[in-house]
C-alpha cells in the first residue's frame, strides 16, 4: 500500500488558515501532493438591491480586470452594475414619470 502523507509544500505556514487551503491529489507518477485552493470571491452586486449578479463569474477584483469585456458584464443596459430587475424599475419609473409630466400639460392647457 503506498503512502497516503502529504506536505504543504511552498507555503509561508502550515496552519489550515483560509488562505493557505490545500488538498491531496495523486499526481499521474502516482505521488500524493498538495493541490493549493485559492480564495472564492462573493461575486459582483447589484449597485441597488445588493444581490449578487448572475452571468458574472465570482472572482477577485485583481482578477475581473483582467477578464475580456464579454466576461465582465452582460449585454443589457446597467450589464455589469445592475440586476435586470433593477433595470426594469427604473425603466418603468422613468416612463411613469414621462406620462404624469403629459397628464399635467394636458391638464394645465384644459384649464386654459
Not at 438591491?49 to 458574472?56: Q, R
Amino acid at each position: 500500500m503506498p503512502d497516503s502523507r502529504w506536505t504543504r509544500d511552498g507555503t509561508r505556514h502550515a496552519y489550515n488558515t483560509t488562505s493557505n487551503k490545500y488538498r491531496a491529489v495523486r499526481t499521474p507518477g502516482g505521488v500524493l501532493k498538495g493541490q493549493r485552493i485559492g480564495k472564492t470571491s462573493k461575486g459582483v452586486k447589484c449597485c441597488d438591491c445588493k444581490n449578487t449578479l448572475a452571468g458574472i463569474k465570482h472572482l477577485p477584483s485583481g482578477s475581473i480586470r483582467r477578464t475580456k469585456k464579454r466576461e465582465r458584464t452582460v449585454s443589457r443596459a446597467y450589464g455589469g452594475a445592475a440586476c435586470h430587475g433593477c433595470v426594469r424599475q427604473r425603466i418603468l419609473r422613468a416612463f411613469l414619470l414621462e406620462e404624469q409630466k403629459a397628464v399635467k400639460k394636458v391638464l394645465a392647457e384644459r384649464k386654459k
